[in-house]
């Protein structure tokens, strides 16, 4: 076995590993860098998502051309000196192997002066090897230029996701070190376009509105609590804006953006049963703790962080969330809104009944269960009427399934009754059969969504009048990304510049309603963020559990019976009538036995 060392060239390549994982891995140096350079004013200019370039250009203090070239050296930091600094960081760097790491899987042009010099340099740098040092003329500060990033490392390149995926990362970190400065000037440009323009803000709640939109402000509510432990102020979103602001969770701490999972629950927790499940309210929290008992060393890339006492730090931030949202009025009941009760009749049963209607068919394999909701119908029913012959037979032959259930063929549609939009009833030959409505279209939307995923076919679509939705550009980027998957469910989202999107039509089987339209834009966004990669196999039917369950909570109430009789016949038609998705009952049957018992 020989033992050796390795050139330097290929340890810092093997170290950038840790340092550079992706393109936005080096836009978080850079911006960090000129941020504790004391830059007011930091422009970020990419192309290709970073494949090809990525620059950031500061005027902050600069360097001279000897420390231009050492800040390339792996462990060249101006930022510690001693070992006891390690405990009191106060700048983003310290380690002093970003650059290093850079220049080793990419080629790095620094252009940069100090005030008190007349000229500036140009250094050069690739495959950490220093290429030349020219005198430039230069503005005051650094310019980085970093092009071609993992050219000499092919599976890192493969590794890369798509250019929105990969973009999406890099206004990630751009978003996170804008929060945390607010009175700084930030740029970004993506292929020629200006992504953000962000002004120096007089406060944080600017800089928030700037980078998220009106929206992101709205329906904040001030959080600040100040112990010996840690000092906590910020903004976190109102109840009823949980759904809406996916993506901003920010947590803080001595002006450094870092995730912790516990601390989120300590949030979570603030807010149960004041949201909606699965509903996460947005935040943005600044904690000031004592440098000493907190160490941002435990992971590379640093996001990261270890306190002292976490375990006070929870206690606090749940004590003044939970106290901003106490000085709400009334928070909203979201109750047990998924149990079903079964009706019960009473003197006013006949207040209920509809006027009796004799459709001339018992069903019709060209209806669409959700006609009655609305607004407008594209017409555009082909698709639906394929799946009417396949249902068909599907009827027959499944009918034994359901057991007792459904041995009778449907009794006239004169017989069939709806309780409160939310429940049909249908005598059969032992018993009423209860049938819950908005399960009942959730397991339809299901296996049409299913087969439009799964077999890449397509459900139609209901035309809206255009809604313009503004979701920042973190968001709209995430449209982008599914666009094609959106499309085939019968979704009709475009992008309308940077962080708007127009929505112009809903799968059939959505409310059309135009109100509901900013809602369910939320609602996809909160489905489209989740991280689906970690269920392979699942992927597929979970997406479309999730889109039929959005699209029956947000159906009206049923009102024609001829309605009523046709949902019915539709979901026979399912490949699992009974239950949703989710394993919830669908159908109930109320037996002669049953009623007997009532009186
Ligand atoms: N934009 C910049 N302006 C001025 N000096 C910079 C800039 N970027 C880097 N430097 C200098 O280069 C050194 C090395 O940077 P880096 O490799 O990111 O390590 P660290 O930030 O951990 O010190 C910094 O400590 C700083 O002195
Ligand atoms: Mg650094």
């Given at each position: 076995?020989?033992?050796?060392?390795?050139?330097?060239?290929?340890?810092?390549?093997?170290?950038?590993?840790?340092?550079?994982?992706?393109?936005?891995?080096?836009?978080?140096?850079?911006?960090?860098?000129?941020?504790?350079?004391?830059?007011?004013?930091?422009?970020?200019?990419?192309?290709?998502?970073?494949?090809?370039?990525?620059?950031?250009?500061?005027?902050?203090?600069?360097?001279?051309?000897?420390?231009?070239?050492?800040?390339?050296?792996?462990?060249a930091t101006s930022k510690i000196a001693t070992a006891e600094d390690?405990?009191?960081?106060?700048?983003?760097?310290?380690?002093?192997?970003?650059?290093?790491?850079?220049?080793?899987?990419?080629?790095?042009?620094?252009?940069?002066?100090?005030?008190?010099?007349?000229?500036?340099?140009?250094?050069?740098?690739?495959?950490?090897?220093?290429?030349?040092?020219?005198?430039?003329?230069?503005?005051?500060?650094?310019?980085?230029?970093?092009?071609?990033?993992?050219?000499?490392?092919?599976?890192?390149?493969?590794?890369?996701?798509?250019?929105?995926?990969?973009?999406?990362?890099?206004?990630?970190?751009?978003?996170?070190?804008?929060?945390?400065?607010?009175?700084?000037?930030?740029?970004?440009?993506?292929?020629?376009?200006?992504?953000?323009?962000?002004?120096?803000?007089?406060?944080?709640?600017?800089?928030?509105?700037?980078?998220?939109?009106?929206?992101?402000?709205?329906?904040?509510?001030?959080?600040?609590?100040?112990?010996?432990?840690?000092?906590?102020?910020?903004?976190?979103?109102?109840?009823?804006?949980?759904?809406?602001?996916?993506?901003?969770?920010?947590?803080?701490?001595?002006?450094?953006?870092?995730?912790?999972?516990?601390?989120?629950?300590?949030?979570?927790?603030?807010?149960?049963?004041?949201?909606?499940?699965?509903?996460?309210?947005?935040?943005?929290?600044?904690?000031?703790?004592?440098?000493?008992?907190?160490?941002?060393?435990?992971?590379?890339?640093?996001?990261?962080?270890?306190?002292?006492?976490?375990?006070?730090?929870?206690?606090?931030?749940?004590?003044?969330?939970?106290?901003?949202?106490?000085?709400?009025?009334?928070?909203?009941?979201?109750?047990?809104?998924?149990?079903?009760?079964?009706?019960?009749?009473?003197?006013?049963?006949?207040?209920?009944?509809?006027?009796?209607?004799?459709?001339?068919?018992?069903?019709?394999?060209?209806?669409?269960?959700?006609?009655?909701?609305?607004?407008?119908?594209?017409?555009?029913?082909?698709?639906?009427?394929?799946?009417?012959?396949?249902?068909?037979?599907?009827?027959?032959?499944?009918?034994?399934?359901?057991?007792?259930?459904?041995?009778?063929?449907?009794?006239?549609?004169?017989?069939?009754?709806?309780?409160?939009?939310?429940?049909?009833?249908?005598?059969?030959?032992?018993?009423?059969?209860?049938?819950?409505?908005?399960?009942?279209?959730?397991?339809?939307?299901?296996?049409?969504?299913?087969?439009?995923?799964?077999?890449?076919?397509?459900?139609?679509?209901?035309?809206?009048?255009?809604?313009?939705?503004?979701?920042?550009?973190?968001?709209?980027?995430?449209?982008?990304?599914?666009?094609?998957?959106?499309?085939?469910?019968?979704?009709?989202?475009?992008?309308?510049g940077n962080d708007t999107i127009v929505v112009g039509g809903v799968?059939?089987?959505?409310?059309?309603?135009?109100?509901?339209?900013?809602?369910?834009?939320?609602?996809?966004?909160?489905?489209?963020?989740?991280?689906?990669?970690?269920?392979?196999?699942?992927?597929?039917?979970?997406?479309?559990?999730?889109?039929?369950?959005?699209?029956?909570?947000?159906?009206?109430?049923?009102?024609?019976?001829?309605?009523?009789?046709?949902?019915?016949?539709?979901?026979?038609?399912?490949?699992?009538?009974?239950?949703?998705?989710?394993?919830?009952?669908?159908?109930?049957?109320?037996?002669?036995?049953?009623?007997?018992?009532?009186?």
């Amino acid at each position: 076995m020989d033992i050796r060392i390795l050139p330097s060239n290929i340890a810092n390549m093997i170290a950038a590993g840790e340092v550079v994982q992706r393109p936005s891995s080096v836009v978080k140096e850079l911006l960090e860098n000129a941020v504790d350079a004391g830059a007011d004013q930091v422009t970020v200019v990419i192309a290709d998502a970073g494949r090809t370039l990525i620059q950031v250009i500061d005027n902050g203090c600069g360097m001279s051309p000897d420390e231009a070239v050492l800040c390339f050296e792996r462990h060249a930091t101006s930022k510690i000196a001693t070992a006891e600094d390690l405990e009191d960081i106060r700048t983003f760097g310290f380690r002093g192997e970003a650059l290093a790491s850079i220049a080793a899987v990419a080629e790095v042009t620094l252009k940069t002066r100090r005030e008190e010099d007349s000229v500036g340099c140009q250094v050069e740098f690739a495959d950490s090897r220093h290429l030349a040092t020219v005198e430039v003329a230069a503005p005051k500060g650094s310019n980085f230029s970093v092009r071609n990033l993992f050219y000499n490392v092919p599976a890192r390149r493969k590794f890369l996701k798509s250019d929105n995926v990969e973009f999406k990362h890099i206004v990630e970190e751009f978003t996170r070190v804008a929060l945390t400065r607010p009175e700084i000037a930030f740029t970004l440009i993506h292929n020629g376009r200006d992504i953000y323009v962000l002004k120096a803000a007089k406060s944080l709640k600017f800089r928030i509105q700037d980078l998220l939109g009106n929206n992101a402000v709205d329906k904040v509510v001030d959080v600040a609590a100040e112990t010996s432990v840690v000092k906590v102020s910020g903004y976190v979103c109102r109840p009823d804006a949980a759904r809406k602001t996916v993506g901003s969770q920010f947590f803080f701490v001595n002006g450094r953006y870092f995730r912790s999972p516990y601390l989120h629950k300590a949030v979570m927790k603030a807010y149960e049963d004041q949201i909606a499940d699965g509903a996460v309210p947005s935040y943005f929290l600044y904690l000031t703790v004592d440098p000493h008992s907190v160490d941002v060393n435990i992971h590379p890339t640093k996001t990261e962080v270890k306190f002292a006492e976490d375990n006070v730090i929870f206690q606090v931030l749940y004590a003044c969330v939970r106290e901003a949202l106490g000085h709400l009025d009334g928070g909203i009941d979201f109750g047990a809104a998924d149990v079903p009760e079964l009706p019960v009749f009473g003197k006013e049963y006949e207040r209920y009944r509809p006027e009796p209607v004799m459709p001339d068919v018992s069903f019709d394999p060209t209806y669409n269960p959700f006609e009655g909701m609305p607004g407008p119908s594209s017409g555009k029913e082909a698709s639906w009427q394929d799946d009417g012959a396949s249902w068909r037979g599907g009827y027959v032959d499944k009918r034994e399934d359901y057991g007792k259930l459904f041995e009778e063929k449907t009794v006239p549609t004169a017989a069939t009754l709806i309780f409160q939009g939310k429940y049909i009833l249908t005598p059969k030959q032992d018993g009423i059969l209860l049938v819950h409505v908005r399960r009942a279209r959730e397991r339809i939307l299901y296996e049409r969504f299913l087969a439009a995923i799964t077999r890449s076919g397509h459900v139609s679509q209901s035309a809206l009048f255009p809604v313009q939705v503004q979701v920042g550009t973190a968001n709209r980027l995430l449209f982008d990304e599914h666009a094609q998957l959106l499309s085939s469910l019968g979704f009709d989202i475009r992008p309308f510049g940077n962080d708007t999107i127009v929505v112009g039509g809903v799968p059939d089987g959505f409310s059309c309603d135009p109100d509901r339209v900013e809602t369910l834009v939320q609602d996809l966004l909160l489905i489209l963020s989740d991280d689906h990669t970690s269920l392979p196999g699942m992927l597929e039917s979970s997406l479309a559990e999730k889109f039929a369950r959005l699209g029956a909570s947000g159906g009206p109430g049923l009102t024609s019976p001829i309605e009523a009789q046709r949902l019915i016949e539709t979901l026979f038609g399912c490949e699992n009538a009974e239950y949703t998705p989710g394993g919830r009952k669908i159908l109930s049957l109320l037996d002669a036995d049953e009623l007997e018992k009532k009186f």
